[in-house]
T-cell receptor
Framework: QKEVEQNSGPLSVPEGAIASLNCTYS??????FFWYRQYSGKSPELIMS????GDKEDGRFTAQLNKASQYVSLLIRDSQPSDSATYLC?????????????FGRGTSLIVHP | DAGVIQSPRHEVTEMGQEVTLRCKPI?????LFWYRQTMMRGLELLIY????????DSGMPEDRFSAKMPNASFSTLKIQPSEPRDSAVYFC??????????????FGEGSRLTVL
């Protein structure tokens, strides 16, 4: 069974709009949550980390975490064509006492001018 | 500061050959991870080390795959013998795993493996 679920997309938004990316996870004891951005042909790059319920803002990016619903999201305000990439949700899970960073399949975002 | 360094960046080999991928983590990071990425399966964790000790290798596909970390600044992932289905991009990542933001991963540029 998939442990970290994301809609594969593509999610297409116009330049300047808000892009909303969603992720659900199966392990209730997970404590650490991350969003990585991956451009085509490149490696994943960390853009946001969140550890407690609520919102965390960093520039145009806002991560939202709801542990009760096992849900984490990423909002990108004022989307730019340079934001076009695949966004990977990652959750640190604890299957046997040590944590395992587990990734979703990613959501492809296209920002069109 | 130097990031995670992987080599080779590209490898093309024939089925049955041995492949060795190399990784130098960021200095001071105590956790190292090997991932494999394909279109079909996404990013899969193969194995990870804490303080040079393998912690979880349940993602290693089969006995053809092996990984070592002889010291804090070097790790290898070996495939012997290689098969066409091993074709993928292999990423190495390291993590400081301490401080106020545990678990953040820093990825190398990846090694793209093609097995003919």
């Amino acid at each position: 069974q998939k442990e970290v679920e994301q809609n594969s997309g593509p999610l297409s938004v116009p330049e300047g709009a808000i892009a909303s990316l969603n992720c659900t996870y199966s392990d209730r004891v997970s404590q650490s949550f991350f969003w990585y951005r991956q451009y085509s042909g490149k490696s994943p790059e960390l853009i946001m980390s969140i550890y407690s319920n609520g919102d965390k803002e960093d520039g145009r990016f806002t991560a939202q975490l709801n542990k009760a619903s096992q849900y984490v999201s990423l909002l990108i305000r004022d989307s730019q064509p340079s934001d076009s990439a695949t966004y990977l949700c990652a959750v640190n899970m604890f299957p046997g006492g040590s944590y395992i960073p587990t990734f979703g399949r990613g959501t492809s975002l296209i920002v069109h001018p | 500061d130097a990031g995670v360094i992987q080599s080779p960046r590209h490898e093309v080999t024939e089925m049955g050959q041995e492949v060795t991928l190399r990784c130098k983590p960021i200095s001071g990071h105590n956790s190292l991870f090997w991932y494999r990425q394909t279109m079909m399966r996404g990013l899969e964790l193969l194995i990870y080390f804490n303080n040079n000790v393998p912690i979880d290798d349940s993602g290693m596909p089969e006995d053809r795959f092996s990984a070592k970390m002889p010291n804090a600044s070097f790790s290898t992932l070996k495939i012997q013998p290689s098969e066409p289905r091993d074709s993928a991009v292999y990423f190495c990542a390291s993590s400081p795993n301490t401080g106020s933001r545990p678990g953040e991963l820093f990825f190398g540029e990846g090694s793209r493996l093609t097995v003919l």
